[in-house]
């Protein structure tokens, strides 16, 4: 099944504690990227990828840290993580970056919770 | 500033009837428009894209319409079903085609038996 697949679900931690969340698609997509989801706030872009070792920011890279090593992964890092990163995270992948006509696939989300 | 603007009351509708879910931007000039809908405790799923020599685009029971003069798209479900329950989000191109969206925060559709 077509899939982008997220890690953990749901995490609460402390402030400073590095984390990573993890983010893999299985349909061989060049172009990945994650959001996070406030309320009122709409989905905003963290950072994005148009392929391997190629990586940008987006609207809201902060405190944020991205690598893509390989097509199929794109892990979120936050090394110091403060509670205003407490949010929910969507990691998404789509066929290019570079023709824009594409849909994007979602994963189900990260709900992390930042004390 | 640039804005995309979707209704941020939850629109509520008697089954059967038309739902229309309004998405205003300003700011940009979008190659194309894409809708999702986002059940809770889910991803967003994509719906449609309509681009911007197109008026207006089918799928199914979904009709999405784009008036770059206007600066809005107007999505509708027509015939509609308490399974249609859901969040809808817009998203606009704001990077001339290479992938960079811009969601609007959504507007949550309730459809009442």
């Known amino acids: 099944e077509a899939q982008v697949t997220q890690n953990p679900r749901y995490l609460i931690t402390v402030t400073g504690k590095k984390l990573t969340v993890t983010c893999s698609q299985n349909?061989?997509?060049?172009?990945m990227s994650w959001y996070r989801q406030d309320p009122g706030l709409g989905l905003r872009q963290i950072y994005y990828s148009m392929n391997v070792e190629v990586t940008d920011k987006g609207d809201v890279p902060e405190g944020y840290k991205v690598s893509r090593k390989e097509k199929r992964n794109f892990p979120l890092i936050l090394e110091s993580p403060s509670p205003n990163q407490t949010s929910l995270y969507f990691c998404a992948s789509s066929l290019s970056g570079g023709e824009g006509y594409q849909p994007q696939h979602f994963g189900d989300g990260t709900r992390l919770s930042i004390l | 500033s640039q804005k995309i603007e979707q209704n941020s009351e939850a629109l509520n509708i008697q089954e059967g009837k038309t739902a229309t879910l309004t998405c205003n931007y300003t700011n940009y000039s979008p190659a194309y428009l894409q809708w999702y809908r986002q059940d809770p405790g889910r991803g967003p799923v994509f719906l449609l894209l309509i681009r911007e020599n197109e008026k207006e685009k089918r799928k199914e029971r979904l009709k999405v319409t784009f008036d770059t003069t206007l600066k809005q798209s107007l999505f509708h479900i027509t015939a509609s079903q308490p399974a249609d329950s859901a969040t809808y989000l817009c998203a606009l191109d704001s990077s001339g085609g290479y992938n960079k969206l811009i969601f609007g925060a959504g507007t949550r559709l309730a459809v009442h038996p």
């Open positions: 349909m061989n997509h060049e172009y």
